[in-house]
C-alpha cells in the first residue's frame, strides 16, 4: 500500500516545487487540497493530468473544518504550505488571518482530535518573517530568538499566531520550518506589480534558498523518515530553512542580481530613497545547517537559480538596448506610486508608515539622494560609512558577536533543562514563570508565566525558549514592540538595534493609541 502525503498549497511556488518532489518516490500518494476557483499553474495541471493514481485532488478550503477533516484522512503526512503571502497580507487583513492562522489551527484540530493522531506527522511551514527587522548589528538569526512582527505586517502576525497555536496543541509529532525567501521561476511576475521591493532596506540580510532545493527538503523529509533514517529528536523542533552561505545576499545584491540579467546595475533605475531603511524582514542564518544536516538538500545556489532565469527569460538580454532612463520612468519610478510603496507613504504623508519603516520624515530626509554616498554593505561599508569586512559578515564563523542572547544556557541538552532555567528565561523576558516546578527536560508540559504588565499565560518551555513566544495577550493587535522592549531584555536587544529610546511607547496603527 502506498504511503499517503496530504498537502496544501500545491498550486503555489513552493508547493507545486513539494508536489513535484513527491512524485518522484513511486511509493508515495499525494492528496492535495485545492481551491476550485483558483486558476491553476501549468505545471501544476499537468502534474495531476499526468499522474491520475497517484495525485488526488480534494477541492475545498483550509477555512473549513470538514474540509481538513477531509484532508488529512488516512494520510501519515501532513505538509502545510497554503497561505496568503505579502503584498496580499497588507490589504487584506482578514484574509491572511483566515488562510494563515485559522486555516492552520483547522488542520491542527483535525489531527488533534483524529483517532489516527498517534500516527499524524504534521510539517507546518514558518517563516524569516517571524524574526523581525535585522540589520547590520544582529544579521543573524537562529531558533531561539525573539519573535517580533514588524509593525503593519500582518504577514509575520498570523504566521506567529499559527505557529504558536501549532507548538501548543500537543500533536504527537510535528516540525516548524521556518521557510526563508524563495528564488522561485515565479518571483518576477510577483514583484514587478506593486510597491512590495522598495518595503526591503537595501541592506538587510537574506539567505535565500532554491525552490528546486525547498521541495528536496520534503521530499527527503518524508523519504528518510519512512527508512527510519531520521533519529527520533528530529520530530517536535523548530528549523530554520536557509540555503547556506552562497546564498547570504543582502537586499541591494539580491536585485543587482536580477538587473545584471539587463546587463544594468540596479543603481541606474532606482534612487536609494525609495527603499525603506527598516521594519521588514529577512536574516542569515545561524543554524540552517542544522536542518541540512537532517535532510541533505542543500544543492543549489541563487547563482544557479540566475543561470536558469536568464534561460527561462532570455528575452530580458534584449533590455541592454533599451535606455535605462527609459525603463526607470516607465517601469521602476511607476512601482513607487503604488500604495505599497515606502516613498508613497512619504508623498502623501501616510505618518505612521513613514515612522515605521524610515524613523520619521527627518530620518527619511538624511538618506543620502546619491548612490555615491549611500553605505551599501556589500560594498564593504557599514551604516556610518566606514570599512566593514563584508564577506566575513556572511560568514557563519564569525557571528558569534552578532548573535542575540536567549536568556538561559541554551548549549545545554534539552533534557538537562530545569526549573531554574524557566525562571531565568522568564526574568530575560520581563516576567516570571509562576510555576514551581516541572520535570527536568519535560518541554511540552505547559507552565504559567507572567509577562510585565501582569498578564499570565499557559505556554509549553520549548514555545518560550526555543519558539521565541512569550505574551499572548501583549502580541495582540496593535503593534506595540517597543513596549516589550521596555520591559524585556529579550526584546531590547533587537528592538533597539534600529529604534531610539523614545520609540518605546508607539502604537501602529497610530490611530490606535491607547
Ligand atoms: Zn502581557
Redesign the pocket.
Known amino acids: 500500500m502506498k504511503t499517503l502525503v496530504a498537502l496544501t498549497g500545491a498550486n503555489g511556488a513552493f508547493g507545486s516545487e513539494i508536489l513535484a518532489h513527491l512524485l518522484n518516490d513511486s511509493d508515495l500518494k499525494i492528496r492535495i487540497l485545492l481551491i476550485e476557483v483558483d486558476k491553476l499553474k501549468p505545471l501544476v495541471k499537468s502534474m495531476i493530468k499526468n499522474n491520475p493514481d497517484r495525485i488526488e485532488v480534494l477541492y475545498g478550503n483550509t477555512n473549513s473544518e470538514t474540509d481538513c477533516q477531509k484532508l488529512i484522512q488516512g494520510a501519515r503526512y501532513v505538509v502545510h504550505a497554503s497561505g496568503m503571502i505579502p503584498p496580499k497580507t497588507e490589504h487584506n487583513e482578514k484574509g491572511a488571518y483566515g488562510a494563515n492562522y485559522l486555516g492552520t489551527k483547522n488542520i491542527v484540530d483535525a489531527i488533534r482530535t483524529s483517532p489516527d493522531r498517534d500516527n499524524i506527522y504534521f510539517v507546518n511551514i514558518g517563516s524569516v518573517a517571524e524574526y523581525g527587522n535585522r540589520n547590520e548589528k544582529h544579521l543573524w538569526a537562529r531558533v531561539g530568538d525573539p519573535l517580533i512582527s514588524s509593525d503593519y505586517d500582518n504577514y509575520s502576525y498570523t504566521k506567529i499566531l499559527a505557529e504558536r497555536y501549532v507548538l501548543e496543541a500537543g500533536l504527537p509529532h510535528f516540525v516548524s520550518l521556518r521557510q526563508t525567501a524563495i528564488a522561485h521561476r515565479y518571483l518576477f511576475n510577483n514583484n514587478l506589480s506593486d510597491g512590495l521591493l522598495y518595503q526591503a532596506p537595501l541592506n538587510a540580510p537574506y539567505e535565500w534558498v532554491t525552490d528546486g532545493d525547498s521541495g528536496l527538503l520534503i521530499e527527503h523529509l518524508v523519504e528518510y523518515d519512512l527508512n527510519h533514517q531520521l533519529d527520533t529528536g528530529f520530530w517536535n523542533r523548530i528549523y530554520n530553512i536557509g540555503g547556506g552561505k552562497a546564498n547570504r545576499l543582502t537586499g541591494y545584491e539580491t536585485m543587482n542580481r536580477g538587473f545584471s540579467l539587463l546587463g544594468r546595475n540596479l543603481k541606474v533605475f532606482m534612487d536609494p530613497n525609495w527603499f525603506a531603511t527598516r521594519n521588514f524582514h529577512g536574516a542569515f542564518f545561524y543554524d540552517s545547517e542544522v536542518l541540512n544536516s537532517y535532510l541533505h538538500y542543500q544543492t543549489e545556489t541563487v547563482d544557479d537559480y540566475w543561470k536558469n532565469m536568464s534561460k527561462i527569460y532570455w528575452y530580458f538580454h534584449l533590455g541592454k538596448l533599451v535606455p535605462p532612463s527609459w525603463l526607470k520612468k516607465t517601469l521602476f519610478t511607476k512601482l513607487t506610486k503604488y500604495d505599497d510603496s515606502p516613498k508613497y507613504w512619504v508623498d502623501n504623508h501616510i505618518d505612521g508608515k513613514v515612522k515605521a519603516y524610515y524613523g520619521g520624515y527627518t530620518a527619511y530626509e538624511s538618506i543620502p539622494k546619491s548612490w555615491d554616498y549611500y553605505p551599501l554593505l556589500c560594498e564593504n561599508k557599514d551604516s556610518t560609512g566606514s570599512f566593514i569586512d563584508y564577506d566575513k559578515l556572511k560568514d557563519e564563523a564569525y557571528a558569534k558577536p552578532y548573535l542575540l542572547e536567549h536568556g538561559f544556557d541554551d548549549t545545554k541538552p534539552l533534557d538537562q533543562l530545569d526549573i531554574k532555567d524557566m525562571k531565568q528565561a522568564a526574568k530575560f523576558r520581563g516576567g516570571f514563570c509562576l510555576s514551581d516546578d516541572m520535570v527536568k527536560g519535560d518541554m511540552f508540559t505547559k507552565l504559567t508565566w507572567q ?3 501582569g ?1 499570565t499565560f499557559k505556554a509549553t518551555p520549548y514555545s518560550i525558549l526555543f519558539g521565541g513566544f512569550w ?1 499572548p ?2 502580541f495582540n493587535k496593535p503593534w506595540k514592540n517597543g513596549r516589550m522592549a521596555k520591559y524585556s531584555p529579550y526584546f531590547a536587544q533587537l528592538y533597539y538595534a534600529d529604534h531610539s529610546k523614545d520609540e518605546e511607547d508607539d502604537i501602529y496603527p497610530p490611530k490606535e493609541k491607547q
Do not use: I, L, P, S
Open positions: 509577562c510585565h504588565k498578564h505574551c495577550e501583549c
